[in-house]
């Protein structure tokens, strides 16, 4: 699955009763083919996507994940969950773990799920 559609299903899978009194920026960076790097915005219920291509940051993300676009696929399929993928080094995270677990019922379904 490329990164571009990977980003288009986070998109729709936004839950913004999950994210109700929280807000974090996120660097999510996808290597790999179909690769790409996107700043996630989450503030209040609301969700911002865009590509960052390179340019510098108004603002330092709080959290900076890393992950290889297969790997994203199997998160992201449910194949693997997030936790599995951090603790074998398939994601990487740069920052408060728990603001990028704080990510799961946000996008996914269940908190043993995923990213």
Excluded at 20 to 45: C, H, M
Excluded at 48 to 63: K, L, N, Q, T, Y
Excluded at 94 to 99: A, I, N, Q, R, Y
């Amino acid at each position: 699955m490329p990164s571009s559609t990977t980003i288009d299903e986070l998109r729709k899978r936004f839950k913004p009763e999950a994210a109700k009194n929280f807000s974090a920026t996120y660097l999510i960076a996808v290597q790999g083919e179909g690769g790409g790097t996107w700043i996630t915005k989450i503030d209040d219920g609301t969700c911002e996507i865009v590509p960052h291509e390179g340019a510098s940051m108004s603002v330092e993300p709080d959290c900076k994940i890393a992950v290889n676009a297969d790997d994203l696929e199997m998160i992201m399929s449910g194949r693997v969950s997030a936790m599995t993928a951090a603790l074998s080094g398939m994601l990487a995270i740069d920052g408060e773990l728990g603001l990028a677990m704080q990510l799961v019922p946000i996008f996914f379904d269940g908190p043993a799920s995923i990213f």
